[in-house]
């Protein structure tokens, strides 16, 4: 099949007065139709970056330097403004950590969805009315005939972030990329957005970009996953493979650094020392290795590139873990 | 695990803790509603419940950051409920805390050296060398380098300025830490080096540690014990295996299902306990048990909207606030 959209080599930095920040730095990948795709990482790594970038949101001083983003087949890049307003919210829909501070506080929750809705389609009065509270009802929000006309401070976190759901969802699209959509909310009410986005994407057959530093959320969404550290992307593969067998020390050293749930014993947790680099004057080699505990001299200079580690997996480490922890074996032996 | 020594004396016991915030005559959020509980020494105590659960009201109140409505808290014997301020300022040396926001509880125009050096200045300990000494030394307990304390907050990291913070706390040598979610802020790969230095100065130090977090895998890594919160009230108390295999409040199992495991596999496998509708007001909660209006398997009217289930024991050192706690499945 083909996918449905394409990021190849996409560079977008940000003209600062301290210096070039190279937030993205040379991500590429697909999305196929239907797919959920994670993509992790800790902050400032250039995963929300990635997100603004493909609805072209980014702002001064940033600016998409070099790449393309192919949305069936055409370039979201090189598009002119006209041209990308047309997808944006139509095509491809964004839904962002805070709604509260995504939605209009002084307009109903009701005239915001079809807002969203008039921007693309040609409907008018009862029908917008009529499907916004259908929309509402998807999202299940309990009473949604009388809730359309509630505004914002009058509804929950979770609730409001079911409306922007509800608000991406208008107009059907192809795209559905959120970013961070749980973090503002409860363990309770995240299952319940997960499992809301989990049925999205089996009913309508809506691709999901999901933006998240939580492992788990991927664990329960996502088919595939990026992983990414200081603008790169450093492993990426279908989602079990990369919990079970993770390549790059990063992404190992991450699983390792979140206390599991279902875990008895007590095992000390893998701390990752340092702390992320500048993406000013990003480290020589592999971005990582000045916090990696499996580095090689290589690593210091030789920048790696995503190489096959797996099946459909890919790593961008010359050591990968398939080989440290065997010389860690041969060393104890 | 060795909880149950029978005649171990707590560090702190709280009783029919109460704290209810008025918001106009006649009517207050009632954030603590009679919370009881006892940390030992030397042990770690999770603090759990989502956001408006009264778990950080609870942890300032027992510090005496908040004055409290009705309820005594003990330490070492000594009601702290009871001692005027400079009795009880004697005693804040003993019992620290630790902040969730690593950027708002230093103060930018202080030099680290300063903020960790003040409770050192506030109770006359040291002179100005010995001082100087002691800051070096705190800033090399908690892995930062000794001769950043000239340095102001803004130069250091978020888990840097949370290592700041644990200096600070250990300044006066204190025996319990109230740690308010004090990984929240941090990136993930920087939570584990904070949990791992805290529990290192526990064995360093015989630290007793009330950890307050949302997060119930985290809390359940850390401690030996684990209280769940729901709307002011505890609604069960276990050691942090058994919590997880064995739970015996629905709100727990409900909560325990909703965390997600990294791990597709499992992750697939697993069922989300669905609760029906929002958190209740605090001002005004449900009659009988306050879960009631959400519980999957309440049985309404009675028992549980008209009877408040005590916290009591349902297996051994094991307690929880429900009269139907033999029907919670067990394995998540």
Redesign the interface.
Known sequence: MAPVLQVKDLHTEFFTDAGVVHAVDGVSFDLQPGETLGIVGESGCGKSVTALSILRLIQKPGRIVSGQILFKGSDIVTMTGEEVREIRGKDIAMIFQDPLSSLNPVLRVGFQIEEAMAAHQDISGKDVLQRAIELLKRVRIPAPESRVKDYPHQFSGGMRQRAMIAMGLANSPSILIADEPTTALDVTVQAQILELLRDLNTELGTSIVLITHNMGVVAGLCSRVLVMYAGRVVEEGPVEQIFKDPQHPYTWSLLRSIPRLDSDRHERLVSIKGIPPDLIKPPAGCRFNPRCQFRIERCKHDDPHLMEVGPDQQAACWVTMRQALKSDGDQRA | METSVPDRVPLLRAEQVVKHFPIRPGVSVKAVDGVSFEIFPGETVGLVG??GCGKSTLGRVITRLLPITSGNVFFEGVDLTKLGAEKMRQYRRQLQMIFQDPYSSLDPRMTVGDIIAEPLVNFGLLDRRGKDKRVQELLRIVGLNPYFNNRYPHEF?G??RQRIGIARALALQPKLIVADEPISAL???????I??LM?DLQQQFQLTYLFIA?????V???SNRVIVMYLGKIVEVADS?EI??NPRHPYTK???????????????KRR?V??K???PSPVNPPSGCRFHTRCPIAQVPTPCAEVEPPLEDKARDHLAACHFSEKVPAA?
């Open positions: 989502e956001s990291s888990g840097q990136d993930v790969s920087i939570q584990a080096q949990i791992n529990e949302h997060d119930l895998s985290v359940r890594h850390i295996v997880y295999r409900a909560l325990l299902s909703a965390i997600p495991i990294p791990d597709p596999e499992i992750q697939s989300v669905a609760l509708g929002e958190i998540v």
